[in-house]
């Protein structure tokens, strides 16, 4: 929400300079209301329209502030045969999860199924290897099982179990 408060106070000083410019100029007095009037207008239809792309999945081509990132944790998907693919995904440094749709593609369809088998019969989750490249290199999405965490190392007890006690003889 926070991105989206920053873009409507962005938007808000736009349309005021705007609306400055428009009371400022050399026109008729007709012609300066509407300029107001269509620059309040603007406003809410601004507000509204962020407010509802914020409940909207992102296309993962649209993605350019994380186009580097290596790797992502998938926490869920949805997979519409034939129309797209829908991922939610943790993004390191980022503190909520994010929702992306992918066009439908059968190979990514096949591949993220057999990640998520694969992730529950090890008891892992799914990740995806650098899933906001650019679309000449879409084909290198993969999907895979994530590998389960090392054990805790062992560590030697201190004392033996056995101690020699030579006064107790029975």
């Given amino acids: 929400m926070s ?8 938007l808000l000083g736009l349309a005021s300079s705007l609306a400055a410019i428009s009371i400022w100029s050399p026109r008729p007095f007709w012609i300066k209301v509407c300029a107001i009037t269509v620059a309040a207008l603007l406003l809410p ?3 509204f329209s962020l407010v509802e792309l914020l409940s909207r999945p ?26 797209s693919i829908y991922l939610w995904l943790k993004v ?17 369809a096949e591949q ?4 998520r088998r694969e992730a529950e019969a090890k008891g892992t989750g799914v990740r995806v290897n650098r899933p906001f490249m650019s679309k000449q ?15 805790a190392p062992k560590t030697p007890p201190t004392h033996s179990g056995f101690v020699f006690q030579p006064s107790a003889r029975r």
């Fill in 58 to 83: 992102k296309p993962i081509a649209l993605e350019w502030a994380q186009r580097d990132l290596s790797e992502a944790v998938v926490i869920g998907a949805d997979l519409r045969e034939g129309k």
């Fill in 3 to 10: 991105q989206a408060f920053y873009l409507f106070v962005v």
């Fill in 45 to 47: 239809t601004a507000y």
């Fill in 92 to 108: 390191d440094g980022l503190e909520e999860p994010r929702s992306y749709v992918l066009p439908w593609d059968q190979k990514l």
């Fill in 137 to 151: 290199e879409k084909g290198h999405l993969v999907f895979y099982a994530a590998p389960r965490a090392a054990p």
């Fill in 112 to 115: 993220l199924h057999g990640a």
